[in-house]
């Protein structure tokens, strides 16, 4: 991802949920995916996809059970 793409997907973040403390990160391994965070914490990944011209973002949290109340 282009580091333009990085910031408007870290702005829709934060304005969506409200949520200054989000940071995007690019990953070193996958240049089609970045990762997220609140803060420090690691908290989901977003995937890029392109079809037939058209770009979508995939964003893919996964919870733990032993981190539920």
Same mark, same amino acid.
Do not use: H
């Given at each position: $991802?282009?580091? /333009?793409?990085?910031?408007?997907? /870290?702005?829709?973040l934060r *304005? @969506?949920?409200?949520?200054? %403390?989000?940071?995007? @990160?690019?990953?070193?391994? !996958?240049?089609? %995916?970045?990762?997220?965070? #609140? +803060?420090?914490?690691? #908290? =989901?990944?977003?995937?890029? !996809?392109? *079809?037939? +011209?058209?770009? %979508?973002? =995939?964003?893919? $949290?996964?919870? &733990?059970? $032993? !981190? &539920?109340?």
């Amino acid at each position: $991802m282009t580091p /333009q793409e990085i910031g408007k997907l /870290q702005t829709y973040l934060r *304005d @969506k949920f409200n949520m200054p %403390s989000i940071r995007i @990160k690019p990953r070193r391994e !996958d240049a089609c %995916s970045v990762e997220v965070y #609140i +803060g420090e914490e690691f #908290i =989901a990944t977003i995937y890029r !996809d392109e *079809d037939e +011209g058209e770009i %979508s973002y =995939a964003y893919t $949290m996964t919870i &733990l059970e $032993m !981190d &539920l109340p």
